[in-house]
Every structure is written in structure tokens, then in C-alpha cells.
């Protein structure tokens, strides 16, 4: 069985693609990153990755956290982790050197997050959580917010939550019922109830500091009357003492993956005292939210690409090693063969790395334009581009990813059902993304709702513009120019939807604009891998024309060309189905009277 | 949280339907049942799962077998629910009277399976084993096999089992290698080593009785040397009392999902000292074992099937209790209103409607040609469509229904990921379909290179002719006209694409032929479920022009056709992308050099 949970070389292959195709007047956002540092990094992470978070993936997974007299016990290595990650400067990152950072671009944190995801999920999950909370901190909290909670955050003392979820509050954000009662300037009294908070408490940290959302007493309903608020578990007093701020773990949620880490249900004030520190400004919570939102949606994103990635690198091993069968035309004595050699394992794999490898670069992608939108705020192309692309790179790794995951799994027939192969794990890993952080069909009401429709569908034109140049460029390979003729043709196909579906909205409203908008997603989803993919395809070609000479790197080449193939050969068409379902879409999705339903 | 995991009124109607639409010729392949002695059966089929397989359904995944000493231990329940199937005359139903049994006819058998397995998959597993072996031992085996192993097996006290798998033979079965060494007439010594075997052994019957697959020493290698044998546990000795068979458990598997199912490994003749008796004539063994295969492969769907009604209505139950969010129309501050109101929901409702209901509806018609087949064998058009239908009613509800399973899951949210809801369970037991009687890939292989192709492709043509006799009654709806002409559309697709790849055949041969079988089995699933929904719609549309009345059926018909609608704008259409993929692959998944997956 293999140990191998990723590729370096294609995580390099894609890092490095993107960071060269960008436009070169950005460079600086890197923050004098170049290949070679970038590099070391990555090795860097590798090794932690291998070292302290892989070996005990499925120990994890089997001894999931419990809750004892309010009290939530992990792993013992989570504590070791934090530690280390804190220690050796890993959570501080991509902070300001003022905070003992080093600037790191967020693509490079993506592909940390990446190579930690692949190795063990649920390991990665809790210093990724903190990252979230403290960059919250950092940018919308006072100074004195700042000095209190980012030093113990980034060195891995103290974990950080997004409480946003209640009881009755999901995917409805606005109906939280969370109250927040002023005591001081700046000091609420919070009651409350949370639920679903990742890592909202544990015995690997010291303290615990929820981002959470509540709404001010007398503040307006629905999402514009909810703030943002630092609620620690333990409180500094005026000593500076730690001492108890009325947070009580009500459950721990015993799930289907995911299991490393404790998702937990919280209870606030239960005691009257519980205080609560504003962040940024009253009833603007929601906006703040999103903003870190944005970057936990790509998270989701690539916590799913690095299971699909891990769960093929298994099912690959299997392939290569497990004999059974003999080809069709071959004679029937002959011994029997490695699986990969059958065309149907073939196609299985394939597609593994279709989805995989489309989806990191996707995400690397994006990160780009997070790190030129965090220099140079100001350039609308890239932050309409990236609020556009958001939902598609959150949901299509985390729905595919499903499929991807379920054909490690099919690789390895029986033995993929068993406990004694990782990829049953994967399977249930993976089953969370859709979900956590927006479900699909949110994400799917963010895309045509708001991005598509945002400044007068603005930012589809910056996508299509982007994918022109992709074409043009992969258009001077002889073997690619197909391939961009065949996206040239999804682009119109996705435009002809788009405006039938906008003629939809004028003649019969909103909802029926809506009513199938995960579909749209989806087709959307096709279409920018595909991007991708020539993107890729064009890389590879580069490369081989231009000298690759290393026999390891030839091939490597050349299976990407190989998979590139197979996405616009096999994976591709299917956008045309979903554009003609959403062209002739009879409303049935909004017709269906809910009484139907029974019998 | 809702107990209902089936629906009757919708298991009724199909079997009714599909009875009402069979050519009366044939009508006493029924042996005398008509709808009301079904329905007395059916009713105390619900009425036993109910009250003793429903209330164990967690808590046989929960506490799985165990193997202590060699001894496999299972849920204290198996013991009491394999007497009862026994006692009360469901293992032997399906037996001639001269077994005591009721000659039940097998399209009623599905129905029963369905009930079980929607109720909990793991318990209903057992028995179905013990069905399947005793009606092998029935057709091939000796009088004196019949004697000795029926009645204990068909009283519920002997566990029956197929066991063909070994370590290095699953899915290439004819490499198989256990062996049989002549002893006396009709016995033999066997050795060898079996796994994968589904309750292989457990302490909740007095015996275990494995139809085995083996190699009579000398026979030639392949699958035309391999013969069919009983091989107990415990065999009996001249004196009739039992003694040990030398049959040794050597691992239970520790899997995903059917948790409440031991699947074994076995060890044969350690001690020299294992006897197995030659059921049929020698080497014929795989001809006998895929007569029972079929039904087997059928009875696997129509798991499939019933787990995905099972989520489907932990779902809709959810669905309608659940507030969350409003009408993006409606009013801001309207009262959240339950999230079956939505689209997205409806949708997601829909769809696993659409892949449930039209799955059963396609098992239950197998099962009306096997009852004809079982009566009239010389019937060659129901036999070709059997043998056609088969693959597709096996991996159809197998593969859909995972994505079924995971939209119930998406329905509930964080809760559907959650062990509080039975759908992450459901989840688990799921996956294991696409795999087990035959994998996908291998059903592909069947379809394509063996049923599409036989008697010059005469199946295909008594599909067509089947579809045809559908269309034209549908076609007398107004409502249906568009799904009938919907439906001619795909068969031509469909025609298109079989000759598309003969010519490819042709040109490439076998292996370039079959090389994505995979999703000409998809696209051919995607075609036979419409002819499902149109007869549905039309036996719908019969039953409300014909003056249904009751308040409760009018909406069950309406429903029915809504979902229709929903089959033919939103799941037949992606058959067209499938066909698209199918006549202009370029090869890739053959193409593609095994070494180019390595980097």
C-alpha cells in the first residue's frame, strides 16, 4: 500500500503554470516569492505532512474526539501539531511581518493547505480554522483585539471558530437569534446558541476564540442587524487572568467523516456571563463574515481537490499492483495482467485526475488574484473575477469530488468498501463539502443570483476574456487547437443559457430564473475546468517543445496532455445536456405542489 | 423523525401496473396471485419489517459482527428474524409445494426483498443468501443434496451462501484456484481459499452451506473447468449427525457500510478434512452459478433501489418538517416557511423520486419476464430481454442511487452528515452495489459485448418493439404525447450510438469496442428508466381519467406524473452528451500509456 498522498510534481506543475501566465505587471504581489523559495516551502510542508499528519490518518478517524463532563478530548498529536505549526511559523504565514508573518502570497498558503488536506483532513482543519479567525481579527478588530488574541492564535496556543450556525439558522443566515446586550463600549453580554462550529472546543489548545455572529439588542431583523464578535471560551480579566466566559459545549456531532475533528454545539450565557468583544462595525457582522467567507469557501474548495487527490494516488497504487483479468484480445493463457491496463480502470483514472487536478488549478487560480487583490485592492477585473468564480471553485471539487472519491473507491472493488484502504475514508471525508460553508445550492444562488447579474454581467465578460487569451495561446499548439475550438463552443453555449435564462427572469420572475440554478452551476463548473485544462494542456506543451528532456518529466507531460484529452473528450460534452435541461426547463422544479409529495 | 421508509401506495402501483400491462398469455405464470392475495402479502411483508428488521436498523451498523475464537457473532436478532422468515413460510415462498413452499412467483419475491431492504439492507441480506443457494441446490443439485440441505436451509436454521471470490479471483472469476480431488462419486476433497463472502459464517443459524466454486483436479484452466459444489460447515455423517467440514473463518471484513452483514473470509480442507458435493455436471459450474447470478444481480438492484427509498423518505420527511429561509419573492419578514418550498429541494426530491420509483418499476418488469421465463421457458423474447435488461437493472439503481442517497443526505444539511439521521448510514450501505454480483465494469462488458451483440442483436430489436407498444399507449394521453416522442428520440440515439460503436468494431476491434462500455450502460440506463416513467405516467393518467376520486390518489397520480416530467426534462437529456462521448471518443481511455500516470 502506497504511502503517497499527493504529486509534488504536479502541485509545482500547477503552482508554477499559474504563477507564469499571470500578468507580470502584478508580480509584486508574490511578495518576492519566486520558484525556488516557493519551492522550498512546499518541501518544507511536505515533510511536516508526512511526518506528523499522515501517519495518523486513520487513527484519527477511528478514536474520534469525545465529550466528557463538558470537557472535548482529540488526539493527543493535535496538540503536538498546533504546537509545531505555531512554532516553526506556519499559522503566521501569510500575516504581516509585524505579527512575526512573513507575507506569505495566499496562493502558497492554498497549496500548505493542499498538501496538509491530502495528508489528513481533519488534521489540517484546525490550524486552518485559526488562520480564518485571526485574519478576521487582523483586519476588522481594534489594536487592543489584536494584541490580546493574535499572538496566542498564531503560535498554536489558542484555536479559532466561524460560529455562525444555530439551531434554527443555516443556510438562513439572517434568522440568527444569537443576542449581544451592551455592557461596555465594545463589550457585549452574548446568549445564545451555536451549533456546528469546527473545532469549537478541545483539549489541544488552551483556549478557544469564536468569530461569531449575533445580533445587537434592538438591531434591525434579518442579515442587516448582525454583528461580528471576538466570544472567547476563557476571558482575560482586569489582571489579565484567564478566567471563565460562560461558553458551554452542549454536544458533539457524531458524523460520517470527518471525524478527527470535533464539530461541536455551544451554549452562550448560560450564566449571564458571557461577554462578547465587537469586531468592526455594529450590524455590519454579516459583510465581515463574507469577507473571510470568500477564503474559506476556497478552503472547502481544496480541502476537497487534496481527498480526491489522496484518494487517487490509492487507487493508482492498487491499479499498478493488483493483477486481474488479461486483455480482451490478448490469448486467454496468458497470466493475468495489472488492472491499469484495462481501458474501463483506465477512464476510471483518468477522471480522478480530471477533477483533481482541474480543481487545484482552479483554486491556484484564484489565489492569485486574492494575492493581486490584496496589493492592489483596487483592480475591479480581478475581484469581479474572483467573486464570480468563488461558488464554482468551492462546489465543483467538493460535488465532483464525490464522484471522483466514489471511482478510487470503484478501483479497488471490494477491498475499496473495506476498512483495511484508505479510500473508504476518503469517501466519507469528502461527503462534508458540499455542505459545510454554504451548501451547493447556495453557492449555486451566490453564481446567478448575484455574480452573473453583478455590474451588468460584468464579470462573465472579464471570465470570457480570460479564456480567450487561454485559447489564443493554446491555439499555436497543433494538438490543442481542437480543444480551444471545443471551449470556444462551451463559452457560447454558456452565454446562449445565460440569456435564456435571463429572458427567463424578465417573463416569469426571480424564482424561475432560480429554480434550477445548481444545474447551471454545474454546467458552469465544466466549463472553467476545461479552461483550465487547456491552460494546463498548454503548459505541458510548452514544456516538451521547449526541451524537457528527463524521461520522468516527459511522461509526466504527456499524461497531461493524455488527461487534458480525456476532460475534453469525456467530460466536457456534458455541459451541453445541462444547458439544454436549463433552455427547456418546463418549471416542473417550481411547479410541484409540496402535497404531492405524500402517499 | 419519520419510521417510514417505504411507500406502499407506490410499491402497489407498480406491481399492479406493471401486472395490468404483461400479455394476459401469460397470465398464470402468476400461479393464481392476483391483486388482492398480493396485497395480503405485501402488507404482512410490511407489517414484519416493521416490527422486527426497522427498529434494528441503526443498531446492527452500530455493533457489527465480531469473529472471537474463530466464531462469528451477529446481532441477536439475526437468530430470531431467520426462525421467523422460516416458521412462517417466507425463505421457502418462492418453493414448489413439494418444499412446502407457495411456488410465490419472483416479481412478488422483489417486492418482499424491496419491503425488507428499504427496512434494513443488512438484516434482509440473509435470508435473500439463503433463497438464492437452496434454489441452486434446487435446479442442479442430486435428490439426495435436496434431502439433506432444503429443508434445514428453507426453516431459516442453515445460512445459505454463494462463494465464489477468492484473493486473487473477483472479478476474473475463471482464474479461480480452489481445488476438488475426487474421493467418491459425487464428493470431493477441497482446499482453497474464498473471501468476500457475505454472511460466510455467523452464530445466528446451526450451519452455513456455501455453494462454491472449484476446480476438479485436472480440469482445464478457465472457466469451462470450473464446477459448482455444496461445501457446509458442518456436514452430516453416515450416522446423519453433523461433524466438522474442516471449513475455517479466517478475517471478517471491516467495511463502509451493510455493516450488520458479516462478509467473511474462508479457509478450505486445512486439515485435509473438507468435503464438497458436486452439484450439476462437472465443469458447468459457472453455467449454473450465472443462472442464479441473474436473479442475484436483480436482487442487488433492487437493494439499491430500496436503500434509496429509504433516504428518500428520511428526506422528505425532513423536508417538510424543516423551516429555514423564505420565498425569494415573498415578503423579507415572512415566517421561514418549511424548505420543501423551495426549488433547489424540490428538485433534489425529485430526482431521487425519479431514480427509486423508476428503478423499481424496472425491476419489477425482470421479474414478471423471469415468472413467464419460469413457466414458459422456450419464451426466446422475454428470455433476450432478461438477459439484456439485466446488467442495466443491476448497476442503474447501483450507481444512480448513490447519487440519490447523497442528494437525501444534501437535504437535511449538516444533519444529513450527522449519525442522529439515517441517511449517512444509508450513505455507507449504498456503495456497496456498483460492486458487489459483478462490478459495474463488468456489467458494461456484459451489456455491451455480450447482450447488445447476441442473436444478431435480436434483444435489442424486442426492446424496441417493447418501447414501441409503450409509446403508442402513452401517446393516446395529450399530456404524454412529447414524453413519447421524447422517448422514439433516444431510442434513435440510442440505435445510432450501438451501430456508431459496431463500426468502431469493426475498424478498431473488441477492445477499442468496449473500451467505455461503462457509459454506454450509463446512456442505455438513462433511455430503459424513461420507457419506465412513460408507462408509469400512462398507468397514472388511466387511473385519474378513469375517475380516481380519493384525495389521496389524485395527488399520488399527479405526483407520479410530475416526476415523469421531471425524468424527461432533467435526467433523459443527459443521455444525448453520453452518446456524443460515445461516437466521437478518440480513444483516449485506450490510449493512454499506463506510465503515464506515474509523477
Given at each position: 500500500m502506497t504511502d503517497k498522498f499527493m504529486s509534488m510534481k504536479n502541485l509545482q506543475f500547477s503552482l508554477h503554470s499559474t504563477v507564469a501566465a499571470m500578468d507580470k505587471t502584478y508580480l509584486e504581489a508574490l511578495n518576492g516569492h519566486d520558484k525556488k523559495s516557493m519551492d522550498m516551502v512546499l518541501s518544507a510542508a511536505l515533510d511536516f505532512a508526512q511526518k506528523e499528519m499522515h501517519p495518523i490518518f486513520e487513527e484519527m478517524d477511528r478514536i474520534p474526539p469525545t465529550l466528557l463532563a463538558g470537557k472535548v478530548q482529540v488526539h493527543p498529536a493535535v496538540r503536538r501539531i498546533l504546537k509545531t505549526l505555531g512554532d516553526d511559523g506556519?499559522?503566521?504565514?501569510?500575516?504581516?511581518?509585524?505579527?512575526?508573518?512573513?507575507?506569505?502570497?495566499?496562493?502558497?498558503?492554498?497549496?500548505?493547505?493542499?498538501?496538509?488536506?491530502?495528508?489528513?483532513?481533519?488534521?489540517?482543519?484546525?490550524?486552518?480554522?485559526?488562520?480564518?479567525?485571526?485574519?478576521?481579527?487582523?483586519?476588522?478588530?481594534?489594536?487592543?483585539?489584536?494584541?490580546?488574541?493574535?499572538?496566542?492564535?498564531?503560535?498554536?496556543?489558542?484555536?479559532?471558530?466561524?460560529?455562525?450556525?444555530e439551531p434554527d439558522a443555516g443556510s438562513s443566515l439572517g434568522?440568527?437569534?444569537?443576542?449581544?446586550?451592551?455592557?461596555?463600549?465594545?463589550?457585549?453580554?452574548?446568549?445564545?446558541?451555536?451549533?456546528?462550529?469546527?473545532?469549537?472546543?478541545?483539549?489541544?489548545?488552551?483556549?478557544?476564540?469564536?468569530?461569531?455572529?449575533?445580533?445587537?439588542?434592538?438591531?434591525?431583523?434579518?442579515?442587516?442587524?448582525?454583528?461580528?464578535?471576538?466570544?472567547?471560551?476563557?476571558?482575560?480579566d482586569d489582571q489579565g487572568d484567564l478566567v471563565d466566559n460562560d461558553v458551554t459545549v452542549t454536544q458533539i456531532f457524531h458524523k460520517l467523516g470527518y471525524r478527527g475533528t470535533p464539530i461541536t454545539g455551544i451554549r452562550l450565557g448560560e450564566k449571564g456571563n458571557c461577554r462578547g468583544y465587537l469586531v468592526g462595525e455594529p450590524h455590519r457582522g454579516l459583510f465581515s463574515m463574507f469577507k473571510m467567507m470568500n477564503s474559506a469557501r476556497l478552503?472547502?474548495?481544496?480541502?476537497?481537490?487534496?481527498?480526491?487527490?489522496?484518494?487517487?494516488?490509492?487507487?493508482?497504487?492498487?491499479?499498478?499492483?493488483?493483477?486481474?483479468?488479461?486483455?480482451?484480445?490478448?490469448?486467454?493463457?496468458?497470466?493475468?495482467?495489472?488492472?491499469?491496463?484495462?481501458p474501463d480502470v483506465k477512464r476510471m483514472l483518468l477522471f480522478q485526475r480530471a477533477i483533481s487536478e482541474g480543481a487545484l488549478s482552479l483554486i491556484l487560480q484564484c489565489g492569485i488574484w486574492e494575492d493581486i487583490l490584496e496589493r492592489y485592492p483596487h483592480e475591479k477585473k480581478y475581484h469581479l473575477l474572483l467573486e464570480l468564480l468563488t461558488p464554482v471553485a468551492k462546489s465543483f471539487p467538493s460535488e465532483m469530488g464525490i464522484h471522483s472519491v466514489s471511482q478510487s473507491l470503484q478501483c479497488l472493488g471490494g477491498y475499496g468498501y473495506c476498512e483495511d484502504f484508505p479510500v473508504e475514508q476518503h469517501f466519507r471525508d469528502m461527503r462534508i463539502h458540499p455542505i459545510h460553508e454554504g451548501t451547493t445550492g447556495i453557492q449555486a444562488m451566490d453564481l446567478l443570483g448575484r455574480k452573473v447579474v453583478m455590474e451588468k454581467g460584468k464579470a462573465l465578460q472579464f471570465l470570457k476574456e480570460e479564456m480567450d487569451a487561454c485559447m489564443e495561446k493554446a491555439g499555436k499548439h497543433k494538438a490543442l487547437e481542437s480543444m480551444a475550438r471545443d471551449l470556444a463552443a462551451a463559452i457560447g453555449v454558456l452565454e446562449k443559457t445565460t440569456l435564456a435564462l435571463g429572458t427567463l427572469a424578465m417573463e416569469k420572475g426571480a424564482e424561475a430564473y432560480l429554480a434550477d440554478a445548481t444545474l447551471y452551476l454545474e454546467?458552469?463548473?465544466?466549463?472553467?475546468?476545461?479552461?483550465?485544462?487547456?491552460?494546463?494542456?498548454?503548459?505541458?506543451?510548452?514544456?516538451?517543445?521547449?526541451?524537457?528532456?528527463?524521461?520522468?518529466?516527459?511522461?509526466?507531460?504527456?499524461?497531461k496532455l493524455h488527461v487534458a484529452r480525456y476532460y475534453f473528450s469525456h467530460e466536457l460534452p456534458k455541459m451541453n445536456a445541462l444547458s439544454h435541461i436549463l433552455i427547456n426547463s418546463d418549471g416542473v422544479t417550481l411547479e410541484m405542489p409540496e402535497n404531492c409529495f405524500t402517499g
Open positions: 506556519w499559522i503566521s504565514a501569510v500575516f504581516p511581518e509585524s505579527w512575526d508573518g512573513d507575507d506569505m502570497p495566499s496562493t502558497l498558503l492554498h497549496c500548505i493547505n493542499f498538501i496538509f488536506a491530502a495528508a489528513n483532513y481533519s488534521a489540517s482543519a484546525y490550524s486552518g480554522l485559526t488562520i480564518g479567525a485571526a485574519r478576521l481579527i487582523l483586519t476588522f478588530g481594534s489594536r487592543a483585539l489584536q494584541d490580546i488574541y493574535l499572538p496566542p492564535m498564531l503560535a498554536g496556543k489558542w484555536q479559532g471558530t466561524m460560529a455562525l450556525t434568522d440568527l437569534s444569537t443576542m449581544a446586550a451592551p455592557l461596555d463600549p465594545g463589550v457585549y453580554a452574548i446568549s445564545g446558541e451555536k451549533v456546528f462550529i469546527s473545532a469549537g472546543d478541545h483539549d489541544g489548545v488552551d483556549n478557544v476564540v469564536h468569530l461569531m455572529l449575533a445580533r445587537i439588542k434592538g438591531a434591525p431583523p434579518g442579515p442587516k442587524g448582525i454583528s461580528l464578535f471576538v466570544v472567547p471560551k476563557l476571558r482575560p478552503e472547502v474548495g481544496m480541502g476537497a481537490t487534496a481527498i480526491a487527490t489522496a484518494a487517487y494516488h490509492s487507487a493508482l497504487d492498487y491499479c499498478q499492483t493488483r493483477k486481474q483479468g488479461r486483455a480482451i484480445t490478448g490469448p486467454r493463457d496468458a497470466p493475468q495482467c495489472a488492472i491499469i491496463q484495462h454546467m458552469f463548473g465544466h466549463i472553467v475546468i476545461a479552461w483550465q485544462w487547456l491552460g494546463m494542456a498548454a503548459a505541458a506543451s510548452t514544456a516538451l517543445e521547449t526541451g524537457a528532456s528527463k524521461k520522468s518529466n516527459v511522461l509526466f507531460y504527456e499524461g
